[in-house]
């Protein structure tokens, strides 16, 4: 889950920044010859020799591995395929090991947590053992996948229908199962010379690995990487946001209770006084009492807006104050008409707005009788009177946030174009892909 979860957006950059580049000359080079296995190598060999000669060969095409290591030829294309191999090895290490700080920062974190957690559970272990361990979590199951597929992780470009040839791929995937060995330390089984030179470079290999994932494993604690302590929360200005639906808060506020030891056993964790202020879980019946008590407020709110345009504009002037109402609904009325459609008020509230003097006296007066019917106020009785009104026309406050408001949305509605842009260039590259596909298998056939 985690690897997965890094290997996209950021992840997925970092190894495109560090791996692309060694990835791209490997794959550009069409002259190498990586191939080890001696029995491979020698029937390759003839297979060049009667192709280049038009004759067949004399010599026998099935044989065992040491005739053909007998044979100079053979020997001499093992060492070259031997020093090609190392070559493309450290050039891809080299990528990697000179750029691990460009690993996500949640990747090393959980290498270092791995790291600690094996040095209690395993105290007599080595460190050699322990981050051999590390070096597989952050390498084989990061980095290598994208070594092997450097199409299929969109490190490297490829065009539509260019996919990467048999022989591209054989080398990757010996470069990455040389990686893999000796991130592990792991030696190829075999007697040959050549699987003696290859495990000799492979030791040597894994010591820059396990000095490498000591780095790795080099990082600050969180609090100190984002500079949060206890009281970080007091002093955010903008809270921040959780959509959670009521059935997931409860289920939530289950599973804290039934492992409050594990995750507080201290009786003075902050936690812990929490869980014991809300008490028991509740039930979905005994919170109709507060959803009820948050409609009333919003009733309340409501009549409180429709009390601003009777309020008397000009005190003793009934005229008067009948012609500032008629002025204040005709500019509303404009205002609503340049509105964007998306950002207009609620119709009740329009319709509301557009009533007349007279009646929307008559609806106040019709509003209170159904408060007072609904029972006591669930506002807390020590609330300063007229708080909510003047909380309303500090209207100048409540334009500034809107504005800011807008101007995020406004961010993430540029971010969601920009992606919905990506997604359809990559949703043509694969019909084209496909296309080529189906073209390419009609036409074998």
Known sequence: MLVNFYRQARGQNSLRDFLG???????????LSIRTDPLEVYKTWINQTE???GHKSSLPYEVSAEDALSHPEVQRRID???INLKNLTDRVLKAITSNLNKLPYGLRYTAKALRDALKTKFPAASEAELYKIVGNLVYYRYMNPAIVAPDGFDVVDRSAGSALQPEQRHILGSVARMLQHAAANK?????GYHVHILNQYITQTHGRFRYRCQNVCDVPEPEE???MDEFSEQLIVNRPIIYISVSELLNTHKLLLEHQEVLCPDPLDPLRLILNDLGPVPSLQELNGTVTCCSIVLYRCKLVLLGLDVGPRCPGDTRLTEVCHDWLVQRRARQDAQTPEKMKRNPSLVANGNLSLEEKKRKIVRSLRRLEALGPDPVSAQTEPGLSLQDIRQQRVCRQRRRAELHKLQQTLSRLQEKSSF???QVDFYRHYITSCLDNLTTGR
Do not use: M, V
């Not at 060694?22 to 550009?28: N, S, T």
């Open 80 to 82: 070259i395929a031997i």
């Open 225 to 227: 990487r984002f500079s």
């Open 423 to 425: 997604h359809c260039q």
């Open 51 to 53: 192709t280049q000669t």
């Open 21 to 31: 580049p060694a990835l791209r000359d490997i794959l550009l080079d069409q002259t």
């Open 187 to 191: 030696h190829f089984h075999g007697d």
